[in-house]
Structure formats: C-alpha cells, structure tokens
C-alpha cells in the first residue's frame, strides 16, 4: 500500500491542483491513500481533496471554523495492521522531535504523521515520525510530501521534495526504510 502524506497546503482560493506541484498531484493520484496532516484553510480545498482519493485528514490551527468542526484534531486509522496517528502540531521544531514522540507513544501509533513546521522530516525510532513539510508554504526548505509503503506489517516511509513553489521534477531528499 502506497500513502502520500501532506500538510499546510493554506489554499486560500483557487483549486488544490491548480495550486499543488505538478508532481504532487500526480503522485496524490496514484496512491493507494492520501493523509493531509491539516492546515488546508477552506473547505473547498479539503473537499477538491477528498473527491480525488480516500483520504484521512485532521484539521489544523488555520483551517476554517467549518472545517475545524468537520475534521478532528487528532485521528487515528489502522492500515494492513499499522496503527498511523495524524495530528496538526507535534513538534515545536525540527530540532526537537520529543514532544511528536511523546505524542505517538500516548496515541498508542507505529507512525506519527504531524504538520505546522512546514519542513520536512522522517525519523525512526521504535515510532516512525513523518512530517511532510508544506508543497506550497515550505520554510527553509524545498516543497515537500512523505511517500509511505506498507508491505507484509512493515511500513517504510521517505521525504519527496518538489522544485520551485509550484512544479517540477521529484527529488528524494531523505528516505528511511
């Protein structure tokens, strides 16, 4: 099974797919499943969204009031027997990861997948922890997705970085299996 793994895509207006890069969607497009990690700001990006794969989302700090009721603030789905925890806000930084981990460990998760840091970052412990980043407001880095593979109960993960705000050719910046 193939999950895309995105977050803090802040569409205010327009289309998602008009606003995500080019790679990205085709990507979003051919995964098995999609997990937005919140901060999608309307409802008419989640919905545009949600109507092109099954997806799993939570809402962030920025998401609209409508979305903020729609969506959690914290999920927790099961796939091919890996337990996946999807927050908003886990990390206060790249540079310290131990509140995501405490985090993960209270969920009860194999996989921990959180936003607001608009960085990507994958770490592996006995919990994998995936942020990835922002495909259209990345700090200090470039647009960014986390491509998760779960085969036969083992789950692997990498950072997929996308050129430019808007397109380009995939990069893999990290992996982890």
Same mark, same amino acid.
């Given at each position: 099974? *193939? ?8 569409? *205010?207006?327009?289309?998602?797919? &008009? ?18 990690? &919140? ?33 959690? &603030? ?5 796939? @091919? ?17 131990? =509140?995501?981990?405490?985090?993960? *460990? ?8 959180? =936003? ?7 770490? *592996? ?7 990835? &980043? ?28 996308? @050129? ?14």
């Amino acid at each position: 099974m *193939k999950i895309i793994a995105i977050s803090d895509t802040h569409i *205010k207006s327009g289309s998602i797919i &008009g606003c995500l890069p080019h790679g990205l969607v085709q990507l979003i497009k051919s995964a098995d499943m999609v997990i937005h990690a &919140g901060d999608f700001v309307t409802k008419q990006a989640y919905d545009e969204l949600s109507g092109m794969c099954r997806l799993a989302a939570v809402h962030g700090n920025m998401d609209s009031p409508d979305l903020k009721k729609l969506l959690p &603030g914290q999920n927790v789905i099961e796939v @091919e027997g890996i337990k996946i925890g999807i927050v908003h806000e886990a990390a206060l930084s790249i540079q310290d990861t131990t =509140g995501a981990w405490y985090m993960a *460990k209270e969920m009860g998760v194999d996989v921990l997948v959180f =936003g607001h840091i608009h960085k990507p970052l994958i770490e *592996k412990d006995d919990i994998l922890l995936a942020c990835p &980043g922002s495909p259209t407001a990345p700090r200090l880095s470039e647009p960014g997705a986390i491509e998760l593979n779960i085969k036969d109960g083992v789950v692997s993960g990498r950072v997929i970085t996308f @050129e430019g705000a808007r397109c380009g050719a995939l990069d893999s910046a990290a992996q982890f299996e």
